[in-house]
């Protein structure tokens, strides 16, 4: 974002800042004097009016048509983050309690030192004690209001036995990042958030499937950019659910994830994967929130999922013999049912498919296997691969004898360039000879216990 552009949004949060302090007045100045909370409050004191013009602030107000009881309470979600100071006036103590005012409601951060708002803080300056009022706002508070349904903000209830609008108040990351420089925001892979960005250098025309595969993920591609025509104005949500759920199985090295990838890039979608073996067992107890906070931020952005070595969900649940037990059982079918109501695409990935039940298998619209090449594709993975490259090739070297001999995957033949590349960038010219893709076949037969294949190729 370019100054223009920085000062220009600066000065809309500024307004909007302001706009605030003059309720947060008001509020209190009622108070002080005993009156009531008025209803006609947004009559009284009038927001700003903010530019229809692409300055970060303003675009997210005007594209959800915020009204003026969404954006105080957007602006104070985001006040802490901004000017925590704004927020002071409601860490003063009440007298005759000696501890802080119960109306305010409001929460005391660990490093942050300042006021965290509360659902209770913004009824507080919406309504004070005005009950009809109150009544009215709560459906603000609701999920599928537009700010929490759109992921502009989330609640956070650290207790569920307490009263809903005791629940923390916060601005998504992605909210922030977008109001704060326009940009659209990634989150990092960590325990709250137990999912990574994947993306590949490579384009929908390196993709090397058989026939039926590659056919099957030509449907998936016109789904992923066809998704809306085909569920809005053809109409087809009367029928089928808006989301799209396939499963890709078949051995490593095969073009699972890398097919994912490509999925994304040809149509434009971040793609990002989720290691449930780890979600699982790592996270016990936290997996339910923190998979709720991630499905809430891929609905939003229309995120393609891809869930790897999903296996540990194929199989019938564990016996309950501890709590340990029940609350994996519960976090496997909370992931399910989020899963089967995703409104984008989800990808189930793994090596087996032996053990999947017919129960689990109606969960998906697509089942995509994905097998070891061919000759035929072996030899296009060999050329596509080390053909016009900035190293040579020796004469001796046969791509078509290697793709007939030596049963590779897609996968295998990248360890096999990385190794033969190690090999000949120490060399002047760089070149590869036919004994450095020997040695590297012989590795990749090693590591995978073929032993058997390995006794034709140079020791």
């Known amino acids: 974002m370019n100054q223009t552009k920085l000062d220009k949004n ?136 537009i700010l929490f349904a759109q992921g502009i903000l989330y609640l956070d209830h650290q207790h569920f036995n307490e009263p809903p609008l005791s629940a923390a108040l916060h601005l998504s990351p992605e909210y922030r990042q977008r109001i704060i420089s326009g940009q659209s925001y990634t989150p990092t892979f960590s325990s709250a958030f137990p999912a990574q960005r994947i993306t590949t250098n490579l384009e929908w025309e390196d993709l090397v499937l058989n026939p039926g595969t590659q056919e099957k993920i030509d449907d998936l591609l016109t789904w992923v950019q066809n998704k809306d025509v085909l569920i809005n104005q053809w109409n087809l949500k009367q029928y089928i659910q808006p989301g799209f759920r396939s499963l890709f199985h078949g051995p490593p090295g095969t073009g699972k994830t890398m097919t994912a990838c490509l999925l994304g890039k040809k149509s434009g979608l971040p793609v990002f994967q989720i290691d449930v073996s780890q979600v699982i067992s790592k996270y016990i107890g936290e997996t339910e929130k923190n998979l709720a906070r991630l499905f809430d931020q891929a609905e939003n952005q229309d995120w393609i999922l891809f869930f790897d070595e999903a296996d540990s969900l194929f199989g019938k649940r564990v016996e309950s013999k501890n709590s340990n037990d029940r609350v994996a059982n519960q976090e496997i079918s909370y992931l399910l049912q989020r899963i089967e109501n995703y409104s984008g695409l989800a990808i189930m990935a793994t090596n087996l498919n032996s053990n999947l039940d017919e129960a689990f298998a109606r969960r998906f619209q697509s089942m995509i296997g994905f097998y070891i090449p061919n000759a035929e594709r072996r030899l296009q993975l060999w050329q596509n691969n080390f053909m016009n490259k900035p190293f040579d090739v020796a004469e001796e070297v046969d791509f078509e004898k290697l793709a007939n001999e030596y049963e590779m995957t897609g996968g295998n033949i990248i360890n096999i360039l990385q190794y033969a590349c190690i090999k000949a960038v120490k060399r002047t010219p760089p070149k590869i000879y036919e004994d450095d893709l020997l040695t590297a076949i012989r590795n990749e037969l090693y590591k995978e216990g073929r032993h058997n294949k390995m006794s034709s190729i140079l020791m």
């Not at 000065?11 to 909370?37: M, N, P, V, Y």
């Not at 003026?68 to 006036?89: C, G, M, Q, V, Y």
């Not at 003063?92 to 030192?113: D, K, Q, V, W």
Request: charged fraction near 25%; include cysteine.
């Open 10 to 145: 600066a000065d809309c949060i500024d307004r909007e800042l302001t706009w605030f302090s003059q309720i947060l007045e008001h509020r209190f100045q009622l108070r002080a004097e005993g009156k009531k909370a008025q209803t006609y409050l947004f009559d009284l004191i009038v927001p700003p009016e903010l530019p229809e013009t692409d300055i970060p602030y303003a675009e997210v107000i005007h594209k959800f048509n915020l009204q003026p009881a969404e954006r105080l309470i957007l602006i104070l979600s985001f006040i802490p983050n901004i000017k925590p100071n704004l927020l002071d006036t409601f860490l003063m103590p009440n007298p005759s309690l000696e501890r802080g005012y119960t109306e305010f409601g409001g929460l005391i951060g660990n490093a942050h030192s300042g006021f965290l708002p509360t659902c209770e803080t913004a009824m507080f300056l919406l309504a004070d004690d005005n009950l009809a009022a109150r009544l009215n706002y709560d459906r603000l508070f609701r999920n599928d209001h």
